[in-house]
């Protein structure tokens, strides 16, 4: 509704990269204690989107707002301190420090010593003298979602978290998943491949395809559009 607080608004953004229009006047809000879905086949523009929102395409027309503020000019650090995070699709977690040497660095003293710890244990994260060399990969990918909560941002922007992990761990993260705005006071927009994911954690759902926003809306009215289906089947 029109009362609900946003968190981010993408209003009328468009990116090229030379003659490819990556993005085409793409809207897109995400409210306090939602989790916003952002799908569609591979190269309709998603991490595009991601790259504009989180500042490292800083070239794009069209306005991104946090909580009101546009925030077209800052860096990215800058908007992680403002409270936009994010990761990335690729691992990009130093094998070489320990879990809560990592969580130091990404949280930055953010959360006392018993939030990480029910953090940790929140989502099944091993201890925090543990290698993260010596964690598997989709483990790790929890870790640096854990991270970056435990910075208590407003919004976490995840590139498909869940790469990596099997059936069962998928499963278990989404449940977590689910419960994170209200755990944490942390909005979220997620990249997802799994649509039966995207259907248990997500309120409302983008849908992107050659750069152009194709549906969005509430997730079960979204998924269940022929539109979209047809988005998916033509990949
Ligand atoms: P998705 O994440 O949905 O798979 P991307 O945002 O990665 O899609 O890509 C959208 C389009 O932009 C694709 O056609 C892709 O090839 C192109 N693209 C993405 N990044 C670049 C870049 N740095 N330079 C040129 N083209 C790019
Ligand atoms: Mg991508």
Redesign the pocket.
């Given at each position: 509704s029109e009362s609900d607080k946003s968190v981010l608004e993408v209003e009328d953004v468009s990116?090229t990269?030379?003659s490819?229009k990556?993005?085409q006047n793409v809207n897109l809000k995400v409210s306090e204690g939602e989790i916003v879905g952002l799908i569609?086949?591979?190269?309709?523009?998603?991490?595009?989107?991601?790259?504009t929102v989180s500042g490292f395409?800083p070239s794009h027309e069209g306005t991104v707002r946090l909580s009101g503020e546009n925030i077209n000019k800052l860096a990215p650090n800058q908007r992680a301190t403002a409270g936009l995070r994010r990761t990335f699709?690729q691992d990009r977690v130093p094998p070489t420090l320990s879990v809560g040497d990592y969580i130091e660095f990404v949280a930055q003293g953010a959360s006392t010593r018993d939030e990480i710890r029910e953090a940790l244990e929140f989502f099944g994260c091993p201890s925090p003298r543990t290698r993260i060399r010596n964690v598997d990969v989709g483990t790790r990918r929890i870790i640096e979602v854990t991270a970056h909560l435990l910075a208590k941002p407003k919004l976490l922007v995840l590139?498909e978290p869940a790469a990596g992990l099997s059936h069962e761990e998928h499963i278990a993260f989404g449940q977590r998943l689910q419960r994170v705005p209200e755990r944490f006071g942390t909005a979220i927009l997620i990249?997802e491949h799994d649509l039966d994911l995207v259907r248990t954690v997500c309120q409302r759902v983008t849908v992107?395809d050659?750069?152009e926003l194709l549906a969005e809306g509430g997730v079960a009215e979204v998924l269940d559009n022929p539109e979209v289906a047809k988005a998916y089947m033509g990949e």
């Open positions: 990116v990269f030379g490819i990556a993005l569609g086949p591979n190269g309709a523009g998603k991490s595009t989107l991601v790259d395409l699709q590139d990249i992107l050659f750069g």
